[in-house]
């Protein structure tokens, strides 16, 4: 059974922290990615990676970053948080497209607010 | 760049009345997924569509392709409360990632 874990349900930071969320995913998947869900808006792909070490900007990645040293983790890092990154963050993994159904399976969630 | 529209954005019904939410897209697709968000959860994968002109169901739910592959539809046949929830298309934009749409919430009153 496909299991994704991030490290926090929820999570109350203040501006200007640096603030790490952690997704650990137990398929092998090579794909990870990282969004963020916000009212009316849907999911929005921050940053996404298909390998270690190898990451790729999504549609919005400003004042983010990303880290993959593991291929089971992939990290999200907000550098110097502000509080337009308050959001719901949804960790996903999935195996590379072309070895046939690619579903993504998604974590339960990190619900950031920055004070 | 690609967009992936989706409407509508909220729709009521009554308890076993039908439902249906579109996604449409500017550019061919080469495929396309189907999302379920139950409230307070994650999203959690339905289906995924790859040949023109598909329909696949999966008990009271009917999924379509469109022709031109431009457009699917989601499609609940009596629906119950169990179907409350955020339904997502996601389309392959290439480069391993998927655009997803701004979902429907559907909401079932009894």
């Known amino acids: 059974d496909v299991k994704v874990t991030q490290s926090s349900r929820y999570l109350v930071k203040r501006t200007g922290e640096k603030v790490f969320l952690e997704c650990v995913q137990d398929?092998?998947?090579?794909?990870m990615f990282w969004y963020r869900q916000d009212p009316g808006l849907g999911l929005r792909l921050i940053y996404f990676?298909?390998?270690?070490?190898?990451?790729e900007k999504g549609d919005i990645p400003e004042g983010y970053s990303v880290s993959r040293e593991k291929k089971e983790r992939f990290s999200l890092i907000l550098e110097s948080a502000s509080t337009n990154q308050t959001s719901m963050y949804l960790c996903?993994?999935?195996?590379?497209?072309?070895?046939?159904?690619?579903?993504?399976?998604f974590g339960p969630g990190t619900r950031l607010t920055v004070l | 760049g690609q967009q992936v529209m989706q409407i509508p954005q909220y729709q009521h019904v009554q308890e076993g009345e039908d439902f249906t939410t579109y996604c449409n897209s500017s550019?061919?697709?080469?495929?396309i997924q189907w999302y379920k968000q139950r409230p307070g959860g994650h999203p959690v994968f339905l289906i995924q569509?790859?040949?023109?002109?598909e329909v696949k169901k999966q008990k009271r739910l009917t999924f379509q392709f469109g022709e031109a592959k431009k457009n699917s539809s989601l499609h609940i046949t009596a629906t119950q409360t169990t179907d409350v929830g955020t339904y997502f298309c996601?389309?392959?934009?290439?480069?391993?990632?998927?655009?997803f749409g701004t979902g429907t919430r559907l909401k079932v009153l009894a």
């Open positions: 996903a993994s999935s195996l590379l497209i072309d070895r046939g159904l690619n579903e993504q399976f």
């Open positions: 398929m092998d998947h090579e794909n």
């Open positions: 990676s298909y390998d270690v070490k190898m990451k």
């Open positions: 550019t061919t697709l080469s495929n």
């Open positions: 569509l790859v040949k023109s002109g």
């Open positions: 996601a389309v392959y934009s290439g480069t391993y990632k998927y655009i």
